[in-house]
T-cell receptor, first 115, second 114 residues
Framework: GAVVSQHPSRVICKSGTSVKIECRSL??????MFWYRQFPKQSLMLMAT?????????EQGVEKDKFLINHASLTLSTLTVTSAHPEDSSFYIC???????????FGPGTRLTVT | QKEVEQNSGPLSVPEGAIASLNCTYS??????FFWYRQYSGKSPELIMS????GDKEDGRFTAQLNKASQYVSLLIRDSQPSDSATYLC??????????????FGRGTQLTVWP
């Protein structure tokens, strides 16, 4: 199989605080992980591409200083939402690409609510 | 910018029928195609990948690819109420800065009624 986990699954935080979301590939190595955001009834929006050991590549319009991504190992990438605001409330989903494959497997997602 | 178009639906079929989901893509050089299923409030789940022209079958699912027509489809045979979900067609970038990233269609919402 190809299992990707995310933690936490749900988080509520106060405006101005930072939140870290972890994405782990449990049974395979992933040189590349992707971070998406999805608002209700809308399509997935790619935020950034994370390659192990190098800086993430952010999509146009995504603030790299606000959404900090670290991909320190072949099985772990983290997304930190800094100084969160209510408009950052969304469903954040990571995916991981197997080495030598084009298939991507998604984590279960993290529902962030900023009050 | 790669474009992936799907018939947005919603598509409604009775239990036991065949559900047909369609997708077209703009980049003639695309090589890898995927179908994901997304239940409401959940993340996408990979159900099929297809790389060569023709049909690929996996259980009740059949993916069909026609690169000349830039068309990929998903057939679900013997549809079940549990198949009710949004189905996302995705094409992978194959060069330069797009390498490895997925381009999604807007999804087709399928409802299978008992």
């Amino acid at each position: 199989g190809a299992v990707v986990s995310q933690h936490p699954s749900r988080v509520i935080c106060k405006s101005g605080t930072s939140v870290k979301i972890e994405c782990r590939s449990l049974d395979f190595q992933a040189t590349t992980m992707f971070w998406y955001r999805q608002f209700p009834k809308q399509s997935l929006m790619l935020m950034a591409t994370s390659n192990e050991g190098s800086k993430a590549t952010y999509e146009q319009g995504v603030e790299k200083d606000k959404f900090l991504i670290n991909h320190a190992s072949l099985t772990l990438s983290t997304l930190t939402v800094t100084s969160a605001h209510p408009e950052d409330s969304s469903f954040y989903i990571c995916s991981a690409k197997k080495v030598s494959s084009y298939e991507q497997y998604f984590g279960p997602g993290t529902r962030l609510t900023v009050t | 910018q790669k474009e992936v178009e799907q018939n947005s639906g919603p598509l409604s079929v009775p239990e036991g029928a065949i559900a047909s989901l369609n997708c077209t893509y703009s980049d003639r050089g695309s090589q890898s195609f995927f179908w994901y299923r997304q239940y409401s409030g959940k993340s996408p789940e990979l159900i099929m990948s297809i790389y060569s022209n023709g049909d690929k079958e996996d259980g009740r699912f059949t993916a069909q690819l026609n690169k000349a027509s830039q068309y990929v489809s998903l057939l679900i045979r013997d549809s079940q109420p549990s198949d009710s979900a949004t189905y996302l067609c995705a094409v992978i970038g194959n060069r330069g800065s797009t390498l490895g990233r997925l381009y999604f269609g807007r999804g087709t919402q399928l409802t299978v009624w008992p």
